[in-house]
């Protein structure tokens, strides 16, 4: 989660130099603009909880 703004600004640079080089294609990457998005910390942390609590229950099971 702490380096998510430093990927978002990489994935920003990269969209940008596409964009401006004449050389390459200009097209739509919706990828990259899902990447832009910020992350649901929220859910981030109870899906980090879920596979914690599944991995427990394997390992004891």
Known sequence: M??????????????????????????????????LQPADHEITLSLIDETTDQRRNNAEG
């Open 2 to 35: 702490m380096s998510e703004p430093k990927i978002a600004k990489i994935v920003e640079s990269t969209e940008e130099h596409r964009r401006d080089n004449p050389l390459l294609p200009s097209r739509e990457d919706h990828e990259a603009a899902n990447i």
